[in-house]
T-cell receptor
Framework: DAKTTQPNSMESNEEEPVHLPCNHS???????IHWYRQLPSQGPEYVIH???SNVNNRMASLAIAEDRKSSTLILHRATLRDAAVYYC????????????FGTGTRLQVFP | GAGVSQSPSNKVTEKGKDVELRCDPI?????LYWYRQSLGQGLEFLIY????????KSGLPSDRFSAERTGGSVSTLTIQRTQQEDSAVYLC????????????FGPGTRLLVL
């Protein structure tokens, strides 16, 4: 599985936008970019995923670089509840099984 | 609706004892996954089931670890002769099928081996 690189930690103030970067320079053409997050003392939860085009859902937006070697998860207005570890994961096509988690980015949100 | 449930939520055991961890997936989900998260470590895959079959057991750390799934629903992860390094949070997830986009995780079982 291709590797992803994320900053260890980031900080934000409440109600400000947050841009969480992820580098995946060895991504292959069939790799989907998935984001999960893990709130304190909880299991991970799905956030968003995409292949080539930018994606939006009620939780976040995913901006994918044209060469697909990097992507950015965008939280439009951070809340205290968004404080979590965010994981960027590559999944080879949709016929894959396990999730390979890296170390993720720990997001702190200040009031 | 009911999500993935796991029991017990916490388990303290003595080194050398066997433990069983249970996972109840979301109803109708055919794929079930076990992961573990050690203190200060990331999440690592252990095993996954499609129905009652386990096509990928590559993440099980030793032969002391085993898992089964019956009736395409409940799964049990068994750790025999527990060691202190087995202390971790054991997470279960389920999805509609293998390769489906979203895995839904349970709250985990926190295992402490003394």
């Amino acid at each position: 599985d291709a590797k992803t690189t994320q900053p260890n930690s980031m900080e934000s103030n409440e109600e400000e936008p947050v841009h969480l970067p992820c580098n995946h320079s060895t991504i292959s053409g069939t790799d989907y970019i998935h984001w999960y997050r893990q709130l304190p003392s909880q299991g991970p939860e799905y956030v968003i995923h995409g292949l080539t085009s930018n994606v939006n859902n009620r939780m976040a937006s995913l901006a994918i670089a044209e060469d697909r070697k990097s992507s950015t998860l965008i939280l439009h207005r951070a809340t205290l509840r968004d404080a979590a570890v965010y994981y960027c994961i590559l999944r080879r096509g949709l016929n894959t099984d396990k999730l390979i988690f890296g170390t993720g980015t720990r997001l702190q949100v200040f009031p | 609706g009911a999500g993935v449930s796991q029991s017990p939520s916490n388990k303290v055991t003595e080194k050398g004892k066997d433990v069983e961890l249970r996972c109840d997936p979301i109803s109708g989900h055919t794929a079930l996954y076990w992961y573990r998260q050690s203190l200060g470590q990331g999440l690592e895959f252990l095993i996954y089931f499609q129905g009652n079959s386990a096509p990928d057991k590559s993440g099980l750390p030793s032969d002391r670890f085993s898992a089964e799934r019956t009736g395409g629903s409940v799964s049990t992860l068994t750790i025999q002769r527990t060691q202190q390094e087995d202390s971790a949070v054991y997470l279960c997830a389920s999805s509609l099928g293998v390769g489906k986009e979203t895995q839904y995780f349970g709250p985990g079982t926190r295992l402490l081996v003394l």
